[in-house]
């Protein structure tokens, strides 16, 4: 089954995954809308912010509503919008802040990878977004990312 993963050295912060996010979900391109975001932790640094499909996702524990169920199929983390109460605890439980509201509907939204085809990967530029098999991606590459997303959200809610 194939793994989503990001070379963060490869992103130029163009958001065009943001753009291509929001229109397939919601018809419109607008980033506030979009599952996958661009975070700048310096000046010169940008990283593609998504769910890593984590293998005990702490969104998954504490949803009361039992909104977030596993997608056994395709091995993702699914918010099923018909239970989501807008609670939010998912999106403070997420170590990523991959998952959010949406800004009007007030349901929980994260990356679904778009039913196994990705359009945030089919628009990117440089690469900086895989979907591929996991034997043809470097299992050390998607821990370090992990570990750099969350220090980029610690230095992000440090300085607000």
């Not at 995954?17 to 018809?27: K, M, N, R, T, Y």
């Not at 991959?98 to 679904?112: D, R, S």
Request: aromatic residues 4%; charged residues 25%.
């Amino acid at each position: 089954m194939p793994e989503f993963a990001i070379l963060p050295e490869k992103c130029v912060g163009c958001r065009l995954c943001e753009l291509a996010c929001s229109a397939a979900f919601e018809w419109k391109y607008n980033p506030k809308l979009s599952r996958i975001r661009v975070m700048t932790v310096h000046p010169v640094s940008d990283i593609p912010v998504v769910c890593v499909q984590c293998k005990k996702p702490k969104c998954l524990e504490a949803c009361p509503s039992e909104a977030i169920k596993w997608d056994k199929e395709l091995g993702t983390v699914k918010v099923d919008p018909s239970l989501c109460i807008g609670c939010s605890t998912c999106v403070r439980e997420c170590p990523f802040e991959a998952i959010l509201l949406h800004p009007t509907k007030n349901v929980a939204i994260k990356c679904e990878l778009c039913g196994g085809k990705p359009k945030c990967v089919a628009v990117c530029p440089t690469g900086a977004l895989v979907y591929a098999e996991p034997e043809t991606m470097d299992s050390r590459r998607k821990q370090e990312y992990a570990a750099k997303v969350a220090r980029g959200v610690e230095e992000t809610v440090l300085r607000k």
